[in-house]
Structure formats: structure tokens, C-alpha cells
């Protein structure tokens, strides 16, 4: 409902604010899921929503698709925010939920931003109104519901995940701000030039209220020419929008992390480097990504390439002496040092193994040969009888069983065909070891 102070709030909220779009046909992007056809535009239009959760980056639509359910539905619409609201909050949605749909039949959605911030006991708190259709929960957030959300209220709710918008949707989003007369800047003489327009859809990487914010700064700004015209150019754009921000929230970080360690391990040094670079740009703590590397070093490389350990490691301490910005380019020597090498993962098997057959127990006695000798006495209990030293014999090798006796024959290391494990086969076979 207006009222005499509407018009006045309309013209003093921000340019994004005033441009959200009221209806589907207005709203930007996402055609995947409100697409025509799609399910989730047929359930807002046959208003049969069920409990959803709207999961994607920020300005992409999240709550402005919600804002068209409650003005499309004949629900009653609520909203809350995850930060302030509590459990109070939700019980006396709820029971309003429950007048209406007893005194006039009507339904209730409840949006809830920021929905991951909730804890257990508010989550708990809906379960009950959500399993009844009591209230039909929409949650809107920008982590990944099955990590940082309640499994309770993910198991009732159907995810619709949303996608970054593209640099097309952003500019068509200006492009509306520009030639709307009631809301955006259609009364004004505003000429916004295409390689401005083009930066600014650029650096707003996908968030629609990133590039308006800009825009109504540059428009804002910029006196008007001798022509009457307010003259947007790319250097006005350049200063009324700030450079591309990740936004690396715990999800996005292991996402990141995760391609940049597959890339690894896949042998791509530019897609290593080029996530190398993203997880620097969002503020990760290098020492993180330094010890990934030296995982990596291991569990990919191994001894089909032992020098990668070692360019790890000095990548590792380089990091401690010198810190960044110098120690970037250690930490990039090692990521291509890794990615360029002969790959095997004989290390990261053969310790699977034996740390499986451990865990199994049924240990015995450690064999007579093999038992320690450092101290007197130690022929008096048969410590060490009938062991071989190997450095009295050619080659400094003898064959003896060093394996304890519950997994007697069992191989754990296996060299691949790879680097200097190929070497060490052929060493190996000369002792009479005949590798798969």
C-alpha cells in the first residue's frame, strides 16, 4: 500500500533498488529456470511455489525473483533477513500463517535472506510450518545450501541455483535504467558511450547492482556539456566503478581451491597459475596454497619426478623469507615445476594400502631379524639373529624379508611406466620384484 511519502522513498532509493524489475518478463537472465517453460516460471505463475532456495553471487536476481512471486501471488508475502531475526520472529510469522490460512484460506511465503546465517535452533524452528505447507519458504543466499545450511531444511526444499549474468544482460539492464522515464534516468540527457558501458558491465562481473550503482554515480557526477548532455566516457566509467572484487566466501574458496589443485594434477600450468592468481587476488592466505603444492608434489609426482618435491618445498620457505609480492614467483616456479612433470600416484597408493592393512589390526610379534639391537645383552633374547647387513654384500643389497609376517607378500608400491620411476622399475626387476 502507498502512501503520502511513497513517491518521495521511490526517488531517493538507489538506482538498483528503484530498476528491480517487477515482473518475469522484465527480470534479467537466469532463462534456465524461469525461462518459458521452465518449471519454476510455470509454479509462480500457477502459484504453486514449493519451499525453495534461490542459491547464487550476488546481483544476480535472488531477491528480485522473489519480490515477483509476491507480486504475481495471491499469498500472503513476508520477509525477513537471517542477520537480525530470530526465533521469536519465525513463531510469530508462523502463527500469522496459521490465522490466515484458517480465517481465509490464504497462503503464506516466507523469504528469508542470507539464509545459511541461520542456526540449528531457527532452522528447527520452521521445520514443523514448512512440512505442513503452514508457510512456503523461499531462502536466498550466496553459499552453497548443502555445506552451509541445515541438512533438515535443505532435505524440504527444492534448489534453484543461479548463475552470474552476462556481460549482454548487464548492459541490457543499463540500457533500461537509461530510457526509463519513471524510474531510472529517462528524463535526463545522458549519453553513456559503448566502451564505457562495456567496462562497466566488464568489472561488474555478473552483479547488475554493481554496474547500476556505478552508472548512477557516473550520471550523478558528470555536470552536463554545452550541449546540454550528461557525457558518460570511459574514463568517467573507469572512476565511478572499482576493480573486479572476488568475493571468496568459504564455498567459492574451496571451489577455487579445488580447480586449482585438479589443474595440478592434470598437468595445465596456465589453468594452474590462472586459479594461482584468483585465490591470491581474493585475499587467500598463500601458506595454504604453498602446502597444496607440496601435497600435490607427492601425491601426483612422487618419485616419477623427486625434484618436484624439493622445488616445493624451497617454494614453501622462499614464501617464509620473503613474503609477497617476491615469493609469487617461487610459488609459480613450483606450480609449473608440478604441472610440467611426469605424473604418477604410486606414493599416494602404496601409503593407502599399508594404512588400510593397519587399521585392520592383528598384529604379531615384530620378526626375530629385525627386532632391535642398540643394547647389550640384546643375544641373550635373540634380538637381530640371522639379519643380513646389506652393505656387505654386491651391490649393497641382499634379498631378505624385511614385510611383517600378517601381510607377508602383499605390494604396496608400484612404480609407473612415468619419469624416474620407469628407472626404478628396471632397478627393481634386477632384484627379481616384477612390477605390474
Same mark, same amino acid.
Not at 594452474?272 to 607440496?294: E, Q, S
Given at each position: ?155 524440504? $526444499? ?102 586449482? $589443485? ?76 608440478? $604441472? ?97
Amino acid at each position: 500500500m502507498q502512501d503520502l511519502f511513497s513517491g518521495q522513498d521511490l526517488a531517493l532509493s538507489p538506482l538498483a533498488d528503484r530498476m528491480r524489475p517487477r515482473t518475469l518478463d522484465e527480470f534479467i537472465g537466469q532463462q534456465h529456470i524461469v525461462g518459458p517453460g521452465r518449471l519454476l516460471r510455470r509454479a509462480i505463475e500457477a502459484d504453486r511455489m514449493t519451499s525453495s532456495i534461490f542459491y547464487g553471487p550476488p546481483g544476480c536476481g535472488k531477491t528480485t525473483l522473489a519480490s515477483i512471486i509476491a507480486g504475481t501471488t495471491h499469498a500472503a508475502f513476508v520477509q525477513l533477513n537471517a542477520v537480525t531475526s530470530g526465533v521469536a520472529d519465525v513463531r510469530k510469522v508462523i502463527k500469522e500463517a496459521q490465522d490466515r490460512r484458517a480465517l481465509y484460506g490464504q497462503t503464506t511465503y516466507l523469504l528469508l535472506d542470507e539464509c545459511h546465517r541461520w542456526s540449528k535452533a531457527q532452522s528447527d524452528s520452521i521445520l514443523p510450518a514448512i512440512e505442513r505447507g503452514v508457510v512456503r519458504f523461499i531462502g536466498s543466499t550466496t553459499e552453497n545450501p548443502l555445506v552451509a545450511m541445515t541438512p533438515a531444511i535443505v532435505s524440504r $526444499c527444492r534448489i534453484f541455483q543461479f548463475e552470474p549474468l552476462s556481460e549482454e544482460d548487464v548492459l541490457l539492464a543499463m540500457s533500461r535504467a537509461l530510457s526509463d522515464r519513471e524510474r531510472g534516468f529517462g528524463g535526463k540527457n545522458v549519453a553513456l558511450d559503448a566502451d564505457a558501458a562495456r567496462h562497466i558491465a566488464r568489472i561488474a562481473n555478473g552483479d547488475v547492482r554493481s554496474a547500476l550503482g556505478a552508472l548512477e554515480l557516473a550520471v550523478l557526477t558528470t555536470p552536463p556539456g554545452e550541449d546540454g548532455a550528461i557525457h558518460v566516457t570511459l574514463p568517467v566509467a573507469e572512476e565511478s566503478i572499482q576493480k573486479p572484487v572476488i568475493r571468496c566466501d568459504e564455498s567459492l574458496y574451496y571451489d577455487m581451491l579445488s580447480a586449482f $589443485c585438479k589443474s595440478l594434477r592434470g598437468s595445465d600450468a596456465d589453468a594452474a597459475l590462472a586459479w594461482f592468481a584468483r585465490l591470491l587476488y581474493a585475499g587467500v592466505d598463500p601458506r595454504l596454497i604453498a602446502r597444496r603444492i607440496i601435497a600435490h608434489a607427492s601425491e601426483d609426482v612422487g618419485l616419477s619426478n623427486p625434484l618436484a618435491m624439493l622445488q616445493a618445498v624451497a617454494a614453501s620457505q622462499a614464501l617464509e623469507a620473503v613474503g609477497l609480492p617476491e615469493a609469487r614467483l617461487s610459488l609459480a616456479q613450483a606450480i609449473i615445476a608440478v $604441472c610440467e612433470s611426469p605424473k604418477s600416484n604410486a606414493v599416494v597408493m602404496a601409503l593407502d594400502q599399508a594404512v588400510a592393512d593397519a587399521q585392520q589390526g592383528g598384529f604379531g610379534p615384530v620378526p626375530v631379524h629385525l627386532r632391535d639391537t642398540h643394547y647389550a645383552g640384546h643375544e641373550r633374547v635373540g634380538s637381530g639373529a640371522q639379519y643380513k647387513y646389506p652393505h656387505d654384500y654386491p651391490g649393497h643389497w641382499v634379498q631378505q624379508e624385511y614385510m611383517p609376517p600378517e601381510v607377508r607378500g602383499r605390494r604396496y608400491y608400484v612404480p609407473s611406466d612415468q619419469g624416474q620411476e620407469a628407472k626404478l622399475r628396471e632397478r627393481r626387476k634386477a632384484r627379481g620384484i616384477v612390477d605390474p
